[in-house]
């Protein structure tokens, strides 16, 4: 649309102004129209019961025929004040769901940006950002954190024997079984390959994430299937935590 028809913030557009405007024109000249009509009219009736001659109540006659060519007027007006309006409701439409549709493709860009393609676990730019910012929050609330790096002994194997596709399957029910090992506060990532990161929150001491650790590696542990094939793997884990293995990322 060009820059007549768009409308600023906060106003209705301009050829909606103009189409309302236009009816308004209309409806007062529909009212004047219906005033000299129940003018003619008395004047016609009281000239038939007057018995008065025909020639007589011709000039009545004649605004009546005017009165009939206004309206007819007044039709076709309303006729191009209904297609401006039924315009500007379909640009409106189209206008509010282009804008909807920009909304839902920023979203998903912006998810894609920030999170594994293959698991939809947050990546390493989100990680980082989480990292950082419980990092700041730990230091002024004196609160511990946990960072555990996760990689999968044999997962290659899995690669190579059967092939990428049931690999990445097999990457997923890991990822699924690290989300389910951890809390909803706490942040899992796929590092890339076979390698995980968890960031767990508010940990009490080393016994406390020893806890966690031991029911992640039971879980990734257990047997799955894919294909009727049984897969296993042994996850290894390297543990720092905050402060004691230091203050930054």
Request: proline share 3%.
């Amino acid at each position: 649309m060009d820059s007549d028809n768009m409308a600023t913030a906060g106003a209705p557009p301009r050829t909606l102004v103009s189409a309302l405007d236009q009816s308004e024109q209309v409806k007062h000249k529909v009212e004047e129209c219906a005033e000299k009509l129940f003018a003619v009219n008395t004047i016609l009736e009281d000239g038939m019961a007057r018995h008065l001659p025909l020639e007589r109540m011709e000039g009545a006659l004649s605004q009546n025929q005017e009165i009939e060519d206004e309206v007819g007027e007044c039709v076709e007006d309303l006729s191009s004040v209904k297609l401006a309006l039924t315009k500007e409701i379909a640009d409106r439409e189209y206008l509010e769901s282009e804008l909807k549709n920009s909304k839902i493709e920023e979203k998903e860009s912006r998810y894609h940006a920030l999170h594994d393609a293959l698991t939809g676990l947050p990546n390493r730019a989100l990680f980082d950002d989480r990292l950082t910012n419980a990092l700041a929050h730990a230091q002024r609330h004196e609160r511990g954190i946990a960072l555990l790096f996760i990689d999968l002994d044999g997962f290659k194997n899995i690669n190579d024997s059967y092939g990428h596709a049931t690999g990445d399957k097999f990457l997923c029910t890991v990822a699924e079984r690290l989300r389910t090992s951890t809390r909803a506060a706490d942040t899992v990532c796929r590092y890339g390959g076979d390698e995980f990161l968890c960031l767990l929150l508010d940990v009490a001491d080393e016994n406390h994430v020893a806890k966690i650790v031991e029911k992640i590696v039971m879980n990734i542990s257990a047997p799955c299937y894919h294909g009727g094939v049984r897969f296993n793997v042994q996850p290894r884990s390297g543990i720092a935590m905050f402060p004691t293995a230091g203050k930054t990322a």
